[in-house]
């Protein structure tokens, strides 16, 4: 047994020096692992790495180490022991310590803005929800209250989806049901006797005066609150960010009624110029705005950068509210999902970046949510009403006097308008097609007809133009010898060749980023930098980590349930509470149409040459923002929330603000300019995945 004992040994050990040799180990190596188990973590993180004595790639890796290619030079480092990392607890500690311990007094004022606007929003959904539900006799049971079974328990609550698929004013949605008794009848006829003006049916949710109190009360309490996150620090920082140093340049050509040229058409430059005349803008010395093409350059005074910034502020904390009531008043949405559809604009880091400074964008997004509200109050909701279809075709010719990437919903809404593929069930008549068609088409050459009355004197922007055009303009050369073209040659003119020098703009830009980083929230945009005493800031064009997982994912999701009904439909049988129903079609046809929006707002950009951005997304972003309000609302429909309905959709929307109210808070010094640690930076940099930060 002993032989036996010292042969096993011998064999173990030749086993020692095999493992050894194959790894590389030397003697010098073990005698300096042997010496490093003492070390503390402190030692191990702070002092320099080790040498691990293997020579290459592979040699390292399979001794258990850690290959560096560039230290510089290749190294192979032994490895820092795993008890030395931080837990996850930990990690949130030594995060909660940073942000504590550099706290100042701007991100201390940023923390109680916070936590106010999360209670004033969690106090509106809670009163919002419960005034809803005495209004329209569902009740919330509360704890431990006794409750008496009477005849309104075995009537199933309002379907939300029934009330969007079949809504009460809607001609092309009347249902005709034979076997009806007679209070509904008598019920379904208040109704429609109650709706008997357009113009009010277009504003109100019911006529009755308590459901537009509500309303009325969520749309102001969502516009103070994004308004007051927009001001707040507006004239900070007092220098040129990103593209101000055009639009206001185009501003003071307006006040000197110069001749400009830009690859944009001129409602949203036209609204800077006149506003900003009305509130006291000071275009700088001898009127004229100096800083084209500069940045970072500091302003003159704060008259000359303050109110246009003020008016851009303005336009974007009017998109909240008007996608509240696309949520609310179009798609009958409860109060509460509709307030989580308006709070995604409201904390979207990357609308109010756009909103607060002298940028166009806000602009087009106030105009591309006021067109999406009409489009849905005219295809959805009442395809006869003469006001919608007004009002559809003038948003629409507003918004695309704004920006050209406004087509998306045009194209969209001049599809469903004549084929009817998503959410008519009968296409308009070609003359009320015509009519809206008609209205977008007058208010675009409207504003290009008040640019030109505007526009009268030369400038060398002009040498565009051939010289008939030259020749409208007073003191240029051409002026009094040759006749000028009439209006409609001077606007086709000018916008073909907008057109082409736009798709002729083909250089390189180091923001530059692609659609698809856009969809999973990795773009960004630097639009200044600077240092203070307390620290340097940066303010980052970026979304809001929560608004891009809430929105992309209900786009998927959407998808994801679009299929499967369309498998259940060929199926022909019910199957999880889904059949092959008429509101299922129509909620069905609802989110193709939001998916439709989306994408076709981001179709152009997937092949195109130039430079394209972070804020060229915001346009299709309305549509996956409504996307989130009706699958939300979608998903306390089942049958089994019961009478629990209420709370679990309290609950649910108020962790929902919860989380947009943390990105918020968290990517605010982008947003504001506010200094920031080294330590608060590197807390932040796991979302910046495109370049570093100042």
Known sequence: KMKGGVLWWIVGLFFVLLVVQRCGATEELVQRLHADTNKTCEQWLNESPIDCLHGTEVACISGGCNWVPNYPGAWCQVPVPKRCFPTSFEKLSNYVSTEVEHLKSHQSSLAYISILVFATQVALIVWSEFYHARLTRVEAPLPLAPHKKTDSDDIPPPNVIETIVFPANASSGKRKNKKRSNSNNASSNSKSSSSTSQFSSMFTISSNPSFFFLDLVNFVALFLISFGIHLWRLDYPSMLTWDECHFGYFVSKYNAREYLFDIHPPLAK?????????????????????????????????????????????????VPPVLYLAARHVLSCSPSTAIVTGSLVVYDTLLLMESRGI???????????????????????????????????????????????ALATLGLCGIESCFGFFIVKKPLSFARCLIAGGIGIAVFLFWWWCHFAVLIYNHSEVEWQ???????????????????????????????????????????????????????????????RGVVDEG????????????????????????????????????????????NSERERRAVGLMLFLVAGWALNLLPYTGVERSTFVYHYLPGLLYAQLMVGVLMDCGFMWQGFGKARVVMRIAATSVTVGLLVLGWWFFAPFVYALPLSDEQKDNRTFFLFKHGIA
């Open 270 to 318: 036209m609204t800077f110029a006149l506003l900003g005349q009305i509130l006291g803008h000071d275009p700088g010395p001898n009127s004229v705005y100096p800083f084209k093409g500069q940045m970072n350059v500091p302003y003159h005074n704060i008259n000359q950068y303050y109110h246009l910034r003020l008016i851009a502020s303005f336009f974007g904390s009017l």
């Open 466 to 528: 051939d010289s008939y055009f030259q020749s409208s303009l007073i003191g240029n050369r051409f002026h009094g010898t040759l006749s000028p073209p009439n209006f409609f040659k001077k606007t086709y003119q000018l916008v073909t060749t907008m057109i082409r020098v736009n798709a002729e703009t083909l250089e390189p830009h180091y923001w530059t980023t692609r659609w698809h980083e856009w969809i999973l929230g990795t773009a960004r945009l630097s639009s200044a």
């Open 359 to 405: 940028l166009t964008d806000s602009q087009l997004i106030f105009w591309n949510a006021i067109a999406i509200y009409c489009m849905l109050g005219l295809l959805w909701k009442n395809t006869d009403s003469n006001i919608w279809l007004v009002a559809t075709g003038f948003t629409m010719g507003c918004a695309f006097s704004v920006k050209f990437t």
């Open 536 to 579: 340097r800031w940066e303010m980052i064009m970026m979304m809001n980590p929560f608004v891009t997982l809430f929105t992309t994912g209900s786009i998927l999701l959407g998808v994801g349930l679009i299929l499967f009904w369309t498998r259940i439909r060929f199926m022909g049988s019910r199957f999880l509470g889904v059949s």
